[in-house]
């Protein structure tokens, strides 16, 4: 499913943005999930 936080994720790559440095927590869910759907899928990810 594509959602808010994939297209969040593919602007950062779109970006040339190679890290996040985040301080994930109970608000993030979403994001990482985005990010381990991306790896699944084999996508670039910051």
């Not at 190679?18 to 996508?43: K, M, T, Y």
């Amino acid at each position: 499913m594509y959602t808010a936080s994939s297209a969040f994720l593919d602007a950062l790559v779109e970006h040339d943005v190679s890290c996040i440095f985040a301080n994930f927590g109970s608000d993030h869910p979403a994001l990482v999930e985005a990010i381990a759907e991306a790896r699944a899928a084999g996508r670039p990810i910051p």
